[in-house]
């Protein structure tokens, strides 16, 4: 709501929401979906998300991470993180509401985890921008969960235009007071360049977290400029 009080148009905005939902009825069945919502983040259409890989299908695909292509107005998504990065694209703007669309990919880069399979590491947070990251670079947050599901975060550094390579990714980290599950939902940069992010604490409060630019710096020294 604090987003739409800023916004002054003689129509109503739109944004665009993505996220999971739990199809009832189901052994914890959940799915993707993209929805446009109206200035009162009422839907007005939505659709849910497949992979277009059918060997894929089998797997949970509920953390895709979307992002925008800047000066394209394209609308990405990234879907796996390692061994490769694998990006696609939603384009069905005129799909009936509903309708389930099939995501295929556009382009894929390796990347730098090195992890036992692609579902170990999962999307957290869209990547942003940054005024002190190179123009050419956004910082996202993701999560690998373990098979205890036990969850640890990092941040990572990507290329804001194609192949959006993914660069670098920050040591493991975690929050206080520690829980098992954890899950970043948002990046917020601060006036002083440090990075505020929402959390979930055990799937059940809701927290606020900084990520000084000190660390920032520490992490990502040879993409900032300071």
């Not at 189901?26 to 446009?36: I, R, S």
């Not at 277009?52 to 990234?78: G, M, T, V």
């Not at 696609?88 to 309708?99: I, K, R, T, V």
Request: charged share 20%; with cysteine; net charge neutral.
């Amino acid at each position: 709501s604090s987003i739409a009080s800023f916004i002054s148009t003689p129509s109503s905005p739109k944004f665009i929401f993505t996220g999971s939902y739990l199809q009832y009825g189901t052994n914890w069945k959940e799915f993707q979906f993209l929805a446009v919502v109206n200035g009162n983040f009422s839907p007005l259409t939505s659709w849910t998300l497949f992979d277009a890989d059918i060997h894929q299908r089998k797997k949970k695909q509920k953390n895709w991470l979307a992002f925008w292509e800047r000066n394209k107005c394209r609308l990405l998504l990234s879907k796996r993180f390692a061994p490769i990065h694998e990006v696609g694209e939603f384009n069905q703007w005129s799909s009936s509401a509903g309708s389930e669309v099939n995501i295929a990919s556009i382009v894929t880069s390796e990347s730098p985890a090195t992890v036992p399979a692609d579902t170990f590491i999962r999307g957290s947070a869209p990547p942003v921008e940054h005024p002190n990251l190179h123009s050419d670079l956004v910082i996202g947050c993701v999560h690998v969960k373990g098979k205890h599901k036990i969850y640890r975060h990092a941040l990572y550094i990507q290329q804001a235009v194609s192949p959006y390579k993914i660069l670098s990714y920050s040591a493991l980290f975690t929050f206080h007071p520690l829980r098992n599950i954890e899950f970043v939902m948002s990046l917020f940069v601060a006036d002083n360049g440090a990075l505020q992010l929402t959390h979930g604490s055990a799937d059940c409060e809701p927290r606020l977290t900084l990520f000084p630019i000190d660390r920032l710096q520490e992490e990502f020294h040879e993409y900032f400029t300071f």
